[in-house]
Structures are given as C-alpha cells and as structure tokens.
Antibody, heavy 127, light 106 residues
Framework: QVTLKESGPVLVKPTETLTLTCSVSGFSLNSPRMGVSWIRQPPGKALEWLAHIFSTDEKMYSTSLQSRLTISQDTSKSHVVLSMTNMDPMDTATYYC???????????????????WGQGTMVTVSS | DIQMTQSPSSLSASVGDRVTITCRASQNIRNYLNWFQQKPGKAPTLLIYAASSLQSGVPSRFGGSHSGTEFTLTITSLQPEDFATYYCQQSYNFPYTFGQGTKLEI
C-alpha cells in the first residue's frame, strides 16, 4: 500500500524557516516513473503547487516562491523535505505532499498525475 | 506560467443530474490535464488523468474530454458522494498550475 505522510511544526513565527518532511512507503523514491511534489492550500482557497523532486534528484519550483523554497530527498530514509524561508502569515495553509506517477500505454507516454496524496499538515504562521 | 481558468466557480445540482465543469488553459497543453475531487477536510483524489483517462477505482459516471485548450469534466447521474470541490491541473510543463476550483453543491 502506497502512503505519504507529512510532518512538521503546527505553528511558526513570521520570518522563521518552515521545514516539512514527507515520509513515503510502498514505493521507492528511486523509481524512474515516480516523483514527489509539495502542494499547499490556504484555508478556503485553491490548491497551489510549490515544488517537485524527480527520482534523478532534479528539482522544480514555483515561479513566485522559488527564492524561498528548497526541496530535497533522502532515498535511504524515504523522506522528501521541503524548506520555506521567511515565513509570513500569508503562508498559513495546509501543506500536502503527493506522488507523481507517469502513465504509459505500451511504452508511449500518456501523461502524469498526482495519484496518491498525504493527509496534509496545517501550518499557521503567527507571532 | 500557464493559467488555468475553471468555470463555474460554484454549481448547484441535484442527485441524478448531469453536470459539466470546464477548465480552459491559457496556452496549448495538449491533453496534459488532470481532474481532482476534494471533500472538506480531506486531501484531493485523482479522478481523470491525461484529459480523458479514468483513474483506477473511479466510477464510470466521471468522464473527461477536451477540444483545443478547453477541457471538460462531466459527471452523469450525480450521487450524494459527488458533492465536493473539483480542480483541474495542467501537467504539460513546470510550474504546474491548478484551476481555482468548482464547488458542487446540492
């Protein structure tokens, strides 16, 4: 069974750095067709994609947040870590990690999608 | 960044109805469009990938299609458990982007 679970602080102060961990099981972070993204959702608002890490360790970031984000992985521990610097009350949100898989049809690329999500972790930014 | 525009933002319907939600991309994304369902307090779940492919385990009353940059999620014969918020997401290129969501209400 594939699972992802987010962990980290519930409350951070403005200007602090947030560090979140996504612990995965049931698949390997080394699998070539897999990757993990972080996605957040402020209360009552839409989903916002933040960052992605491939099995090759290549990383991609949100255009507006890339200067504040760092994503990394420890394949031996099956962890994906997201750091976000200079936290602001506007960063209050539920943070999700999600597995991205590639769909193939006889070797042809069909597309890719977030097929399994963690339960999410709510982070509040307040002094 | 590619902008994804969903409509309507909210929709009222009844059990047994057929509903359609639309998502328009700001540029060509081929068929790299996914649909998610989210219920209150829960993580999103994948319904449709690659515009029209049904994710395993998803009921066949959910369907996706597209024409150019316009994508459609159709739910035939609404069931009580279908009342939720629906999001589209493009996976054509990074940064990935989501639509603003469509809340389907009774």
């Amino acid at each position: 069974q594939v699972t992802l679970k987010e962990s980290g602080p519930v409350l951070v102060k403005p200007t602090e750095t947030l560090t979140l961990t996504c612990s995965v099981s049931g698949f390997s972070l080394n699998s070539p067709r897999m990757g993990v993204s972080w996605i957040r959702q402020p209360p009552g608002k839409a989903l916002e994609w933040l960052a992605h890490i491939f099995s090759t360790d290549e990383k991609m970031y949100s255009t507006s947040l890339q200067s504040r984000l760092t994503i990394s992985q420890d394949t031996s521990k099956s962890h994906v870590v997201l750091s976000m610097t200079n936290m602001d009350p506007m960063d209050t949100a539920t943070y999700y990690c999600a597995r991205k898989v590639i769909y193939l049809d006889g070797g042809d690329f069909l597309g890719d999608a977030f097929d399994i999500w963690g339960q999410g972790t709510m982070v509040t930014v307040s002094s | 960044d590619i902008q994804m525009t969903q409509s309507p933002s909210s929709l009222s319907a009844s059990v047994g109805d057929r509903v359609t939600i639309t998502c328009r991309a700001s540029q060509n994304i081929r068929n790299y469009l996914n649909w998610f369902q989210q219920k209150p307090g829960k993580a999103p779940t994948l319904l449709i990938y690659a515009a029209s492919s049904l994710q395993s385990g998803v009921p066949s009353r959910f369907g996706g299609s597209h024409s150019g940059t316009e994508f459609t999620l159709t739910i035939t014969s609404l069931q009580p458990e279908d009342f939720a918020t629906y999001y589209c997401q493009q996976s054509y290129n990074f940064p990935y982007t989501f639509g603003q969501g469509t809340k389907l209400e009774i």
